[in-house]
């Protein structure tokens, strides 16, 4: 075996955990496909002398060049998790959800809360490494701070105020804030089975659409939105604030795997649209949150 040959088989056997962190930095498998083919080019030119730590060296390098992608992302929103929205079935059952490898199952385990990557948009590019980087994957903060270009003081109050942010639900610049008040009281009249307190939150024309494995619907009027609503509320399930494409929602989850994403969409102080994603395979392999 060449030299470069060898070279090339140890990257190969890192490359599994460094797509790993570029999908969790980077919420696409498409982006953390070409960081990581980055990473690779960058060592086969500088070759593998004076690398004493190859792991540690290409996360140092993988760090870099996901922060360099969301810094060039600039203010374009991006969609998390490259969802599509859709809501909970009404004869969904959490026995029928699918179960998660075990990387996924060690990510749900996070104490950040199941919403992690579904608000991921919320940091800075320098929180969502920074987070990423110690918090999932364990990495010192000296490391981080070489790969953001700062102190390791700095890195730390990066971490910890991504970690606020991600655990809140709150978003960095107050995008959707506004309309949390609202969503918050729809949800609580949902887990009472409060009829009467859903139709004071909903606007009289609230449109709900729902996708998910079984195909979509669309429910219109506060009436329908409100019976179908009350579903939510099943035993066991739990609701997470989240931001999903800037706007207020929840992540439900049964059993802590998540099983729907439900953004809304807030005017004059009432929910004028909902929209939701429910596929939880789908959702069990990328929001450990989101999430996490």
Do not use: N
């Amino acid at each position: 075996m060449t030299e470069e040959d060898q070279l090339a088989a140890e990257f190969e056997a890192q490359r599994p955990y460094l797509h790993a962190v570029a999908y969790r930095v980077l919420g696409s498998h498409s982006d953390a496909d070409d960081a990581v083919q980055e990473a690779w080019l960058r060592l086969a030119r500088t070759g593998a002398d004076g690398i004493d730590d190859l792991r540690g060296w290409l996360t140092t390098v993988t760090g870099r060049i996901c922060l360099d992608l969301l810094r060039r992302r600039g203010t374009r929103r991006e969609q998390p998790l490259e969802l599509d929205i859709g809501v909970l079935p009404l004869d969904a059952d959490a026995d029928a959800i699918a179960r998660i490898d075990p990387e996924e199952e060690a990510v749900l385990a996070e104490s950040v809360g199941l919403a992690l990557y579904v608000v991921m948009d919320a940091l800075t590019p320098a929180e969502r490494v920074s987070f990423v980087l110690h918090d999932v994957f364990e990495v010192p903060f000296d490391a981080i701070a070489a790969v953001l270009g700062r102190s390791t003081p700095a890195a730390k109050m990066l971490a910890s105020r991504a970690r606020g942010r991600l655990r809140s639900g709150a978003p960095a610049s107050g995008s959707g804030a506004a309309g949390r008040d609202v969503v918050d009281a729809f949800l609580a009249a949902a887990g009472r089975g409060d009829v009467a307190g859903l139709l004071a939150v909903l606007a009289p024309d609230v449109e709900l659409r729902a996708h998910g494995p079984g195909g979509s619907v669309v429910v219109r009027g506060a009436g329908e939105v409100a019976a179908q609503a009350r579903r939510f509320a099943r035993p066991g399930a739990t609701g997470h604030p989240v931001l999903v494409d800037g706007l207020p929602g929840v992540l439900i989850t049964v059993g802590g795997r998540p099983v729907t994403v439900l953004a809304f969409t807030v005017a004059d102080g009432a929910v004028t649209a909902i929209s939701g994603l429910t596929d939880p395979a789908r959702l069990g392999r990328i929001v450990p949150s989101w999430v996490a």
